[in-house]
């Protein structure tokens, strides 16, 4: 049974930073590409970033140059580094799996985890 299991997330202040780690397990992720999502409240989720098993990239735009995804394929893990936090980052981030380049496809979801970003 495929799980994919959000940590790191937690209260912070604008401008700091945060990095989140996402678990997967059940299968090997390897090609599979791995990524980040967000909702807010009262809004709709939204795509954060995605990297592929070579470690292609793909950013919002409303975190480039802010927030960077990495993976460890040997240990099934992808990360998220979270800098200079915005009150508007604030929101539960989603771990995703998908295998196909179509944001619109997940294969597999994770829990969420909390981030808060305080002004």
């Known amino acids: 049974q495929v799980q994919l299991a959000e940590s790191g997330g937690g209260l912070v202040q604008v401008g700091d930073s945060l990095r989140l780690s996402c678990a997967a397990s059940g299968r090997t992720f390897s090609s599979y590409y791995m990524g980040w999502f967000r909702q807010a409240p009262g809004r709709e989720r939204e795509f954060v970033a995605t990297?592929?098993?070579?470690?292609?990239?793909s950013y919002a735009r409303s975190v480039l140059g802010r927030f960077a995804i990495s993976r460890d394929n040997a240990k099934n893990l992808v990360y998220l580094q979270m800098n200079s936090l915005k009150a508007e980052d604030t929101a539960v981030y989603y771990c995703?799996?998908?295998?196909?380049?179509?944001?619109?496809?997940?294969?597999?979801w994770g829990q969420g985890t909390q981030v808060t970003v305080s002004s």
């Open positions: 995703a799996v998908h295998s196909t380049p179509n944001l619109y496809r997940i294969d597999y």
């Open positions: 990297i592929s098993g070579s470690g292609g990239r």
